[in-house]
Structures are given as structure tokens and as C-alpha cells.
């Protein structure tokens, strides 16, 4: 069975700061990994995905997520942190089936300091 | 717009009242899921269906049930409600394989007294 980690429950960074979230997955097959942002009080929306493409997949806002197979980590990163982006980031994994379920992550609330 | 359609978006309910909440997705995805959030915990899966007349239980069943008795819709039934069901729900779809990953609702804000 697949599931993923997200390391550290809270993250601040400074505006212009560089983001960095973590997750980490296990599947015994290759998967298909997200990433989702929630903004307060709404619904998760999709900000990238790794879908055994290439490994560096670039998502909407100027995030970025590398992922390395040899590390079972799938890191979501951006260069220059915008008050914007504060926000919860959810990190899932799923498999190629069409009865496979999506696991998520336990969030990571990302805050910017002015 | 194409999305999934969540009703209502606030409820409060009493301990024992049962309730339907709706959900509807117009992109023709074959496979719904009900999901419920809570602080520090992500989010858990309540039951999914992976098309028409089949459903399937998640990690957190417990008190509720569902049907799929269209490819549109998929609603989410409390039976009796709790306070410990006080939670915020979403309600996902997807295409088959999975590739594109989930489309979500914008919740539905369930309080329980």
C-alpha cells in the first residue's frame, strides 16, 4: 500500500525567502504524485503533478517539485516566497488504476513573514 | 462551470438528526470520493466509488453511508449524527487511471451540537 510524510506540520519563511515543504511517499510500484494547495476556507486545488514524466514538473504560482526516486521524495519548492502563498500544501500519492485511492499527506501550513 | 457542485456549504445539525449532504460533478469522472478534514489530520477517506452501483468503504466509514446510483452524483449520508462528525467535507472526483488527480468541491462546514 502507498502512503506519504510530510515533514513539519508549520513552516515560516520571509517574503522573498526561498519555500521549501517536504514529503516523502512509499509505493512498492511507481506512483503519480500531487501536490495541493487550500487557501482558508476553500477547497484543496491542484498545483502540480509527477505523472512518470519528467522529473521536474513546474506548477501554477512558480512552484516547482523534483522527484527522486532514489530518495522516495517528491519536494515542493519556490525560489522567492509571496505573501500570496500563504496557504496549506497537501502532498498525495496514488497509483495507475482506476480503482486506486489517493492518499494525502497531514498539510503543511505555510506562512510568510513580511 | 465544469467542477464538482457541493450543497449546502454550512450545516448545523443536532445530535441524532440525520442529514444528506450533495455532491455533483458534470466532467463524466468515474471515480467520487467523500473525504473529511480536521485539524492536524489532512484528510481522511470516508467512501469512494469507482463507477455506477459500486461503492466502497474508506479508513473513516463509520456513520455514514452512500449510493451511486449515477455517474453525476454521489451524496453522503449521516445517519445519526455525532459531535465527534463536526468537520469540514470534501467531495472529490477523477478520471479513470488517475493521472489528472482529484478535482475538489468547496466543502461543506458540518458542525454538530
Known amino acids: 500500500a502507498q502512503s506519504v510524510t510530510q515533514l513539519g506540520s508549520h513552516v515560516s519563511v520571509s517574503e522573498g525567502a526561498l519555500v521549501l515543504l517536504r514529503c516523502n511517499y512509499s509505493s512498492s510500484v511507481p506512483p503519480y504524485l500531487f501536490w495541493y494547495v487550500q487557501y482558508p476556507n476553500q477547497g484543496l486545488q491542484l498545483l502540480l503533478k509527477y505523472t512518470s514524466a519528467a522529473t521536474l514538473v513546474k506548477g501554477i504560482n512558480g512552484f516547482e517539485a523534483e522527484f527522486k526516486k532514489s530518495e522516495t521524495s517528491f519536494h515542493l519548492t519556490k525560489p522567492s516566497a509571496h505573501m500570496s502563498d500563504a496557504a496549506e500544501y497537501f502532498c498525495?500519492?496514488?497509483?495507475?488504476?482506476?480503482?486506486?485511492?489517493?492518499?494525502f499527506g497531514s498539510g503543511t501550513r505555510l506562512s510568510i513573514r513580511p | 462551470n465544469a467542477g464538482v457542485t457541493q450543497t449546502p456549504k454550512f450545516q448545523v445539525l443536532k445530535t441524532g438528526q440525520s442529514m444528506t449532504l450533495q455532491c455533483a460533478q458534470d466532467m463524466n469522472h468515474e471515480y467520487m470520493s467523500w473525504y473529511r478534514q480536521d485539524p492536524g489530520m489532512g484528510l481522511r477517506l470516508i467512501h469512494y466509488?469507482?463507477?455506477?452501483?459500486?461503492?466502497d468503504q474508506g479508513e473513516v466509514p463509520n456513520g455514514y453511508n452512500v449510493s451511486r446510483s449515477t455517474t453525476e452524483d454521489f451524496p453522503l449520508r449521516l445517519l445519526s449524527a455525532a459531535p465527534s462528525q463536526t468537520s469540514v467535507y470534501f467531495c472529490?472526483?477523477?478520471?479513470?487511471?488517475?493521472?489528472?488527480?482529484?478535482?475538489f468541491g468547496s466543502g461543506t462546514r458540518l458542525t454538530v451540537v
Open positions: 466509488s469507482v463507477g455506477a452501483g459500486i461503492t
Open positions: 472529490a472526483s477523477r478520471s479513470t487511471g488517475g493521472a489528472e488527480g482529484y478535482t
Open positions: 498525495a500519492v496514488t497509483l495507475y488504476s482506476s480503482a486506486s485511492k489517493i492518499i
